[in-house]
């Protein structure tokens, strides 16, 4: 059991590291938006990423909280979590991307 304990502890460390990179990822796309008008298209796209983003840290929240006794349940929870995460990031790199290469072109 100690070593699902430990794999879920991994997962969770992972996925609140990720939704802290999320975050900071989430500061630059709002200094971005001040500096030069982003496509409705790359705003909107930003707003479904907030909202994600918002989900998946209370499904953390929920997570830290639960005892992890439970065993794989929350290795499995905490595993998806930590993906979902991961591809939140990689849009908002993109998006972020497309918008700091739009703005160089001007």
Same mark, same amino acid.
């Not at 939704?19 to 790359?42: F, G, N």
């Not at 796209?45 to 006794?69: C, F, H, Y």
């Not at 979902?84 to 290469?101: D, M, N, R, T, Y």
């Given at each position: 059991? !100690?070593?699902?304990?430990?794999?879920?502890?991994?997962? /969770?460390?992972?996925? *609140? %590291? &990720?939704?802290?990179?999320?975050?900071?990822?989430?500061?630059? *796309?709002?200094?971005?938006?001040? @500096?030069?008008?982003?496509? *409705?298209? !790359?705003? !909107?796209?930003?707003?479904? /990423?907030? %909202?994600?983003?918002?989900?998946? $840290? +209370?499904?953390?929240?929920?997570?830290? &909280?639960?005892?992890? $006794?439970?065993?794989?349940?929350?290795?499995?929870?905490?595993?998806?979590? @930590? +993906?979902?995460?991961? %591809?939140?990031?990689?849009?908002?790199?993109?998006?972020?991307?497309?918008?700091?290469? *739009?703005?160089?072109?001007?």
């Amino acid at each position: 059991m !100690t070593k699902m304990k430990d794999l879920a502890e991994q997962h /969770i460390l992972e996925s *609140a %590291s &990720r939704l802290r990179h999320i975050d900071e990822l989430m500061e630059q *796309a709002r200094t971005a938006s001040l @500096k030069a008008a982003m496509p *409705a298209q !790359t705003e !909107t796209l930003l707003l479904q /990423i907030e %909202s994600d983003r918002n989900k998946l $840290a +209370g499904e953390l929240d929920a997570l830290q &909280r639960m005892p992890i $006794a439970e065993g794989s349940d929350v290795v499995k929870r905490s595993e998806g979590l @930590k +993906g979902l995460l991961e %591809s939140v990031g990689l849009q908002l790199e993109q998006a972020l991307g497309a918008v700091f290469q *739009a703005d160089k072109s001007r």
